[in-house]
């Protein structure tokens, strides 16, 4: 098969993939999924994977999940490695030193367990003194565990939390009584979610099973006969609900919703009908769907997705209902990018991309008209296009089934995303005013502050390391676990760096992990935000690199870059800061030298260090 065939065959497979599969239909993608993973050829570079090992335990059966797991992780560009415990063995499993699990070396343990597991249920008619007992005594348990996990390998776990039985021995009473089966479960994931330590995360099964049925969650027939605790069509929303939580710890969750305005923000054609015709808001059943998917939209911008506008339109006559509707949920300055024009929208979503400095494959594109659905997944096959409803009443349910916007942890940064991007748009005009480079960094007023990994920051910092791709030297990902052992590592030197200008704050922007190596300074990871490109802030940590390679009276600094599809924007970054070439090595990572002699010198830049008058220069 030629490359550009077996380009193809990947595309085409990974367009069939969806979360409302079934079971069958998951096992023939797996088989043809296999079929091209054993095709001796070099993948063509949009088909490049992330590898990983993960780890499935739990007491029931879990090898029935192997399969449709790998295919929705495969629609996110990774592939897996898996280790499947024994039935009903996972704490020898997780509390032995010399167990195969350990010995895998896994970086996701997926825990998955139902109410069989919980061993402390209470008396009929216990006090609530006792049931409280019984539920901070189960999750102990669990605790253990998942300290357990983070000592011996430092992977991230996935614990799935319990499912309410659909059978309730007391009737609605067991809504009452605290030491009834069902009030007693919700207490027992209340106290997971509350307990559960930063490398723990979530499987809301207890909602999953809520979307799709008890009665098709839970099925008798296939629990005795395989002790898989869950029917097949459950293990379908099951695996797709995995798989984000995974490709999200792995970085691939998407950044960007991308919003067609014509019948996807509200009823009608503004061209055709103007601000006054369309159907949108209150005492109209299509205005009032209109108004919830809005709703909805500026619900995930809140949470940190970037909204965006790619609609064939007038720009004028776009922007008319968002400044004269009063209806409209979604206003302009909610939106970090909006494109109105008569272009095609494959052209434009590459001009979002590029106006937000975010990779296409950061992208979802929702759209009603099938036919511009269709061109993006031809001429853009990376770009997430959910196919739509005729019904805008089930936009909300389409969009959502499909987990896109997986998020693991909340930050400040988040919170203010949009923010980010409507000022550096202020930033940009005033590039666009000034015709000297110097001049305009100057008129910037930049300061960075500059500290250690801290717990503080430690998620954020594990955020930009796994989800960084265009200014990042090695794109090496880390999990909590590995990043928090840097903290106390005499032998690591790690920086973050806070970036603020007189348009705003940027937030924490930029990650550092060096090690002492005797007499060298061995640069491991550096990334930086895109939002920032362009402002003398590699100079400015250079400087700081090259400051602390000298306290610590090393006499060679070392660099290393690993190529990826992304990360060209930084191919001559140490070139650029004088290092000397050393060849390439098995991964195709290239290594850089830079002997610290009396000739290398600070680079001028126009940043200020936080809370002093000093530029790093």
């Known amino acids: 098969m030629r490359e550009s065939e077996l380009g193809r065959s990947w595309g085409d497979l990974l367009g069939q993939i969806h979360p409302n599969l079934t079971y069958r239909e998951l096992l023939s993608l797996s088989r043809q999924l296999k079929q091209l993973n054993s095709k001796e050829i070099t993948e063509p570079e949009r088909v490049a994977v992330v590898k990983t090992k993960i780890a499935l335990v739990g007491n029931n059966t879990l090898s029935f999940a192997c399969a449709p797991l790998e295919v929705f992780l495969a629609k996110q560009g990774i592939k897996a490695e898996w280790f499947v415990g024994e039935y009903n063995n996972y704490q020898q499993e997780l509390l032995s030193d010399d167990s195969p699990l350990y010995a895998f070396e896994p970086q996701v343990v997926i825990l998955a367990l139902d109410h069989r597991a919980v061993h402390f249920m209470p008396e009929i008619g216990a006090v609530a003194s006792s049931v409280s007992d019984a539920a901070e005594r189960q999750v102990r348990e669990w605790d253990y565990l998942w300290s357990k996990v983070k000592t011996r390998c430092g992977a991230s776990v996935i614990q799935l939390n319990i499912t309410l039985p659909h059978e309730q021995i007391f009737g609605h009473y067991e809504a009452k009584a605290a030491w009834g089966p069902t009030n007693f479960l919700r207490r027992i994931n209340q106290l997971i979610a509350e307990r559960a330590p930063s490398h723990v995360y979530i499987c809301d099964t207890e909602q999953l099973s809520n979307r799709i049925g008890k009665r098709n969650w839970f099925h008798e027939p296939t629990w005795y006969t395989t002790r898989q605790a869950f029917g097949f069509e459950a293990l379908v929303t099951l695996t797709y609900s995995l798989a984000a939580i995974v490709g999200t710890i792995l970085g691939k969750s998407r950044k960007c919703l991308v919003l067609d305005l014509d019948n996807t923000l509200w009823g009608d054609v503004i061209g055709d009908v103007g601000v006054e015709g369309i159907k949108l808001g209150q005492g109209d059943p299509l205005g009032e769907a209109f108004i919830d998917f809005q709703t909805y939209c500026r619900r995930l911008k809140e949470r940190g997705v970037v909204l965006a506008v790619c609609s064939k339109n007038n720009y004028e006559t776009a922007c008319t209902p968002f400044k004269e509707h009063p209806e409209m949920v979604l206003k302009l300055n909610d939106f970090g990018a909006f494109i109105a024009n008569w272009e095609d929208k494959a052209t434009n979503l590459k001009r979002?991309?590029?106006?937000?400095?975010?990779?296409?494959?950061?992208?979802?594109?929702?759209?009603?008209?099938?036919?511009?659905?269709?061109l993006v997944k031809k001429y853009l096959p990376e770009v997430a296009v959910p196919e739509m409803p005729s019904d805008p009443a089930l936009y909300r349910r389409v969009l959502d089934e499909h987990h896109y916007f997986e998020i693991l942890t909340l930050s400040q940064e988040d919170l203010t995303r949009t923010s980010y991007y409507l000022?550096?748009?202020?930033?940009?005009?005033?590039?666009?005013?000034?015709?000297?480079?110097?001049?305009?960094?100057?008129?910037?007023e930049q300061e960075c502050e500059?500290?250690?990994?801290?717990?503080?920051?430690l998620?954020?910092?594990?955020?930009?390391?796994?989800?960084t791709n265009q200014w990042n030297l090695t794109t090496q990902r880390l999990t909590e676990g590995e990043v928090r052992g840097f903290i106390n590592n005499p032998s690591y030197h790690t920086y973050w760096v806070r970036h603020r200008d007189k348009f705003g704050d940027s937030g924490l922007i930029s990650v550092v992990i060096a090690e002492k190596k005797g007499s060298e300074f061995d640069i491991q990871t550096w990334l930086m935000s895109c939002r920032v490109i362009n402002r003398g802030i590699e100079d400015y940590l250079f400087n700081r690199l090259l400051e602390d390679a000298r306290r610590l009276e090393t006499t060679l600094i070392v660099g290393t870059y690993k190529p990826t599809k992304k990360n060209v924007l930084v191919s001559g970054l140490y070139e650029k800061f004088g290092f000397k070439y050393q060849g390439v090595d098995d991964d195709g990572a290239s290594k850089w030298l830079l002997p610290l002699t009396e000739n290398v010198t600070s680079r001028s830049c126009f940043i200020r260090e936080a809370g002093s008058d000093r530029h790093k220069a």
């Open 352 to 374: 979002i991309a590029l106006e937000l400095n975010l990779g296409t494959d950061s992208i979802v594109f929702v759209d009603d008209n099938p036919a511009e659905r269709a």
């Open 423 to 444: 000022v550096d748009k202020k930033r940009k005009q005033q590039e666009l005013a000034t015709n000297d480079i110097s001049d305009f960094l100057k008129s910037l």
């Open 450 to 457: 500059v500290g250690p990994f801290d717990e503080i920051n």
């Open 459 to 467: 998620q954020r910092i594990v955020q930009l390391i796994n989800k």
